[in-house]
């Protein structure tokens, strides 16, 4: 099973895709699911479930949040988590509180990547973010998997795709059928961060979407 567990919607501020579009994108890159990771809202939650059933797709619910010491991803919630700015073992506790999942996403790419020693938190750390198709550059990628390595951390990727055509370059996989036993997965550090860099113009893309200049 392969799964995009870091994807926004225009529910983002910083994106600019509907979610069906999305979903069709997904499938078209031969990924079964996608995890949608708005920045501080859980505002395409219900839509995505929605969507997800129509197009037989499959929807982990989760919300990417920016703490005092950079982004945590909060996989497999129930509801959204009110952690903006806050310290990021808080924001952690909270997502465990829902039977969550913690990833630390992009952690050691310049200007997103996680400022505080994350070794602090691997005793409530689920997984790393080994590869983010997003991202230009591979050296941070590559840390990022060595870090897993070192640390017997999980490993996960996504593309943190801002637009839709981003969708579907970077997934995480297990060989599971369903999403109970990908997350088991995760949690059992047996599954695998894949994937490819996006086009580098898709860094620009969302921008544009935003402004109307492209659908």
């Avoid at 913690?102 to 590869?131: M, R, S």
């Amino acid at each position: 099973m392969k799964i995009d567990l870091h994807c926004h919607t225009k529910y983002s501020y910083d994106a600019g895709s509907k979610i069906e579009k999305i979903i069709i994108q997904a499938k078209k890159m031969g990924i079964d699911g996608i995890a949608i990771t708005d920045h501080e809202n859980t505002n395409g939650w219900k839509e995505a479930l929605e969507l997800g059933k129509k197009h037989n797709f499959l929807i982990v619910l989760g919300q990417e949040i920016k703490t005092s010491k950079g982004d945590v991803l909060g996989l497999f919630l129930k509801e959204k988590i009110d952690g903006y700015k806050k310290e990021p073992r808080f924001v952690m506790e909270e997502i465990k509180k829902q039977n969550g999942i913690v990833v630390i996403p992009h952690p050691f790419h310049n200007g997103e990547g996680f400022k505080d020693d994350i070794k602090k938190y691997l005793d409530i750390i689920n997984a790393i973010e080994v590869f983010n198709a997003r991202k230009p550059f591979s050296s941070p990628d590559k840390k990022a998997l060595q870090f897993a390595k070192d640390n017997n951390t999980g490993m996960t990727a996504g593309s943190d795709s801002h637009y839709y055509r981003g969708v579907g370059y970077a997934y995480t996989e297990a060989d599971v059928n369903n999403l109970e036993d990908f997350k088991e997965a995760i949690i059992n550090k047996k599954t695998r961060g894949l994937g490819k860099k996006a086009p580098v113009y898709h860094i620009f893309t969302p921008f544009l979407a935003k402004m109307g200049i492209i659908s």
